[in-house]
């Protein structure tokens, strides 16, 4: 066994408030102890406040701008066309590439395909086809004997909340199955697995957590507690010189309302829409001064750009300063939608900067910001009852050495990134 090994566990979208709850009200015994011994902050999620942008930055130390993705969904240069951005797409290496033993990875969002690598991948969402994610493939046998599953079944999910429920606690029995067959089998430095049912629970039952009555409340809690126990037999076979990180990618709140950001900039004159739309390619017209990707990357049409181009090099500036202006004041039923208004310049750097949108906005709570481009009114509610947030994500470390710099105002994903990378090169 390797003397000096790194654990990570990831709690995808749990927030600082949350995780606090859950192990003081006694759902979470397991992580509550590993707190007491632990270092415990809030932390800021990557910007927009996504899976794939986040752990991306976890899993390399470093910003969009460095790491090359900036959303779900992205850009095809010099054209309206969208695409998927998947771990090809990663421009800098994971911290696994870095490490001199062996490294286990379970379920990190946005990283299917699996390339080969020193251990054992087994990519998350988006994960498509099995034999591409699943590395070395002479254990997908092993693997499916367990039960494994990429994701839960999203057709069932839509079903109903039952079905919903039931596949999510399969699919996690599956992935603990998966995990404790690795982490005897391969002879690791690095551990690192991502709960991931978490964050569907949180979209689709963020009520039945705050609802004591609701139906569904102690699948809630049930599913947070099974995971502590999975928590609590990994923490039991640690040494005194393994260090063990848990983290999540970005916080959640209670969704009140959905904003229709190319809403607001088509009934402000920045977004002409043309009536019949493309498949996978936006249907932006001739006189668009700005159009926005999920959840709110504002892009300027500019010149030279884009085929409709129609904002000129220079008149980049002034433009972003009218939507600085429309996003500043933007009120809904007397309350501020959006907190804080991004340019790139001010939160990324690095040779992919300009594959990044303009503007990013973060919302005030409550508010779930939308880049969809059909959307006829401004504001709606569909049957989703959590969204991300940007400032609430959490990080655990267990080792007293290693929090060094960390006590001075809160970190983000990419310097908890770091300190991964720091860690696994050390060893
Ligand atoms: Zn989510």
Redesign the pocket.
Known sequence: MNPNRVVIIGL??VPLSMLKDLTQSGIMPHTRQIIEDGFLTSMFSSIPE??SVAWSSIITGSNPGEHGIFGFIDMVPGSYKTRFPNFNDLKVAPFWRQSQGKSVVINVPSTYPVKEMNGVHISGFVSVYLNKSVQPKFLIPELERRGYRLDINFEKARQGLELFVEDLDETLTARIKAGKYLWDYIDWQSFMFVFTGT??LM?FLFDAYEDKDHKYHDNFLNHFSRIDQAIGEIHSKLTENDTFIMLSDHGFERLEKDVYVNRLLASEGFLALKPNPEAKSLNIDSGTKAFALDPARIYINQKGKYPAGSVEAEDRDACLKELESLFGSLQIEGRKVIKHIYRKEDIYTGPYIEDAADMVLVAEKGFNLKGSMTAEELTGKGQVTGK?NYDEAFLLIKNGDIVAGFENGQPSVVDAGKLIRALVTKI
């Open positions: 995808d979208g996504v899976s964050d569907r979209h991300h």
